[in-house]
């Protein structure tokens, strides 16, 4: 990039109308506004701040003379965390799994209107090993399956989980629904599981409260 001459602009938003993540460097010789980047060392990274998640690069050049740029590679974006679940999917974006994994340690976890009725299916436990409250569903409890010989929950030694307005499916016998090794806190949650089962709606291994409501539905 023309050092002082070419710049590219980064902006925080939809369009270049949004706000500039400027450089610090001075309007370029070409008339061209402060805040670009320049020179041979690669810029960023940049991380959008605004609710779109969006970032708009704008180039701009004199056209006079031609230079080798510093953007050889395609450019990647990493979409930030959510707190809302929107798929039923066992992973990939916006999961539950991939949203457990992505939010920080204190998070509380919704579930958007649009999977309502719907059932989370999953092929291998959540491993949930951070302080998180997974809420679902007011108005109808969200529901959770797993398939095969497999869990819904693993909770970790040390952290405090809240689950509330779930509905937890077991398809397997001899499988434990919530392996809890921290410390749990179910309200208005219902278990679905075998009449045949063997494993446990809950092997608590640490701390288990109860508020409201907890069900057990054999089927």
Partial sequence: METDWDALYVHNGVNINAPLIASGNPATNSGFPAGGYYGSVVPGPFTASNSSGCLTMRFRSDDLYEFSGYITNPITCSAGCTNVVTSISNSGANTLRDIVSCLASGSNIFFDASINGQTI???????????????????????????????????????????????????????????????????????????????????????????????????
């Fill in 121 to 219: 299916l999953l092929s291998s436990p959540i491993v949930l090993n951070k302080n998180l409250r997974i809420t679902g569903a007011f108005n109808s409890s969200t529901k959770i399956s797993a398939s095969g010989a497999n869990g819904i929950f693993d909770i970790s030694t040390g952290f405090n989980v809240t689950l509330e307005n779930l509905e937890i499916t077991t398809s397997s016998a001899n499988v434990n629904a919530i392996l809890n090794n921290g410390n749990l806190v179910l309200r208005n949650v219902t278990f679905k599981d075998p009449e045949s089962m063997t494993g446990n709606s809950v092997l608590n291994q640490g701390t288990i409260t109860v508020k409201d409501k907890v069900n057990i539905n054999k089927f």
